[in-house]
């Protein structure tokens, strides 16, 4: 099916793809399109106007800021996965986008659009959630930070405003001694995950995010469990679901594997990453 | 009401043109339809087979994926733009005959594209890395065997044209070769 007609904007600035945002309740902004394309396509969105942001100026910036690394709202996945300096200063970051789809989606799709269309299954709302990071927004009242717990409400909801654009996202860096290990389980490499877990483990605190495990990107603290309740503690805690993908029984199971699997190796890599700090 | 037209400049395989397009209207449409390029396949049009990919500014990229509108004022490549300026076959071209690379042909386009960016990137790939380069392309008929070995064949083939074959793209577009 083709996508219904809409209005479409270019927009040279992003105070003007805010103030077009505000001009139109029907409006939507338009990023790498890898999410939103082929919901226009299949006619479950129906905008009645695009604001692209892809020619706005400045956008596609990575950098590395005293407490993190800060990733601008057109760096697109790969660009990101390529950054060296994401790599040392939160390797979590690139374990993650790895597993963002394959490489042609990542050469178009933006990690920051990844992160404000807060799907469940995606691996990067849960890598915000967990570090503790946060978007940078700006919008008709002015610019404001959203913690990554203010972020998401619901499935493919975030707390954006209407005319709000998300300018860029704060990944915090990796503190000296703790450890990050990421795992899904999907059934075609390149796929969204069935299941998928990410934990960060810093000296006794242990915490480990969930995606397409529940409806929202979800993190449950682990710390003081012994190693062979890991599984059983997390899942006390999370309502595994049901979908056409996979029963909430297999998902409860995979979330068990997954949860022994990725405290042991952020356990390992906080011993190696001790190491070399001590170097 | 009549829909709105835009007025924009797509340059594809190094030539200009200029067209009038609804904003809805997918790259892969306006290459096949409005300009006739009928080498981009359409197989599922939502980003998950690889048969559209195109290069956008030398980058793989799903043309079912991307609005003709936003794709204006950018470079882009077709596999129509893959052979050799006296209109042999390209290198990736190539081997796909030799390895029969193709059955139905269907997919090709896609797998073209994506591998003469891949080995312009990673000109001599590990088997694993050449499995890698086409793992988000989906065939109905060859089973990828061949693909990949066409793909290590393209490699060899690329080496022995030396530098002078292994130029960026046909558009020659500033795409940074990496070391
Ligand atoms: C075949 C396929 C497989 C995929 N597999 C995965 C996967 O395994 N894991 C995964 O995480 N993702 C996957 N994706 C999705 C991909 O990661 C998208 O790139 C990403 O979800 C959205 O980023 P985008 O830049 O393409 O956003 P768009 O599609 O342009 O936008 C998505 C939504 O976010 C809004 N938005 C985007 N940017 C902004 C901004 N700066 N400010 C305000 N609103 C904004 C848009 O209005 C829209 O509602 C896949 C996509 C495809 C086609
Ligand atoms: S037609 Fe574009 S990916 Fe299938
Ligand atoms: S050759 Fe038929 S789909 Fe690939």
Do not use: W
């Amino acid at each position: 099916m083709k996508p219904a007609p809409f209005d479409y904007v270019r927009a040279a600035s992003v105070a003007e793809a805010v103030s077009a945002l505000a001009g139109d309740p029907g409006a939507k902004v338009l990023a790498g399109g890898q999410s939103l394309v082929p919901l226009l396509s299949m006619r479950l969105a129906a905008p009645s106007l695009l604001v692209d942001i892809n020619e706005v100026p400045g956008l596609a910036d990575v950098t590395v800021e005293e407490t993190g690394v800060r990733v601008g709202a057109l760096a697109r996945h790969a660009a990101v996965l390529d950054s060296d300096d994401v790599r040392r200063v939160q390797p979590l970051v690139s374990l993650a986008l790895a597993h963002v789809a394959h490489a042609t989606i990542r050469n178009r799709g933006t990690t920051v659009g990844s992160l404000v269309h807060a799907d469940a299954a995606a691996e990067m709302p849960v890598v915000l959630r967990l570090l503790g990071g946060s978007v940078e927004v700006e919008g008709s009242a002015g610019r404001r930070t959203i913690a990554a717990d203010d972020l998401y409400l619901g499935p493919l909801e975030s707390s954006l405003a209407h005319d709000e654009v998300a300018v860029s996202a704060l990944f915090p860096a990796l503190a000296p001694g703790a450890g990050v290990a990421f795992d899904e389980i999907a059934r075609r490499h390149g796929d969204y995950a069935m299941a998928g877990a990410a934990a960060l483990v810093d000296g006794d605190a242990v915490r480990v995010g969930y995606l397409s495990v529940s409806d929202v990107p979800t993190v449950v603290d682990l710390t003081g469990v012994p190693d062979d309740e890991l599984g059983e503690a997390a899942l006390a805690r999370l309502e595994p679901m049901d979908d056409i993908h996979a029963t909430a029984t297999y998902r409860a199971q995979l979330v068990r594997v997954l949860t022994a699997r990725v405290v042991a190796a952020a356990r390992s890599h906080a011993a190696a990453h001790d190491q070399q700090e001590a170097r | 009401m009549t829909e709105q037209l835009h007025e924009i400049r797509l340059t594809v395989n190094g030539a200009a043109h200029e067209l009038r397009v609804p904003a809805r209207r997918l790259l892969s449409d306006a290459l096949r339809h409005d300009l006739g390029l009928t080498g981009t396949h359409v197989g599922c049009e939502h980003g998950v087979c690889g048969a559209c990919t195109v290069l956008l500014d030398g980058a793989p990229t799903r043309a079912c994926l991307v609005l003709a509108v936003t794709a204006a004022d950018h470079e882009i490549t077709t596999v129509e733009g893959l052979t050799e300026p006296d209109g042999s076959l390209g290198p990736v071209q190539q081997a796909f005959a030799e390895c029969h690379g193709l059955q139905c042909g269907f997919c090709t386009p896609g797998f073209l594209t994506t591998i003469h960016a891949g080995l312009r990137d990673n000109p001599s790939p590990t088997h694993e890395e050449a499995r890698e380069m086409v793992a988000g392309n989906l065939c109905r008929c060859t089973g990828y065997q061949n693909i990949v070995k066409a793909v290590e064949r393209a490699a060899a083939l690329r080496q022995a044209q030396g530098p002078a074959g292994q130029a960026q793209g046909p558009a020659g577009q500033g795409q940074v070769e990496r070391s």
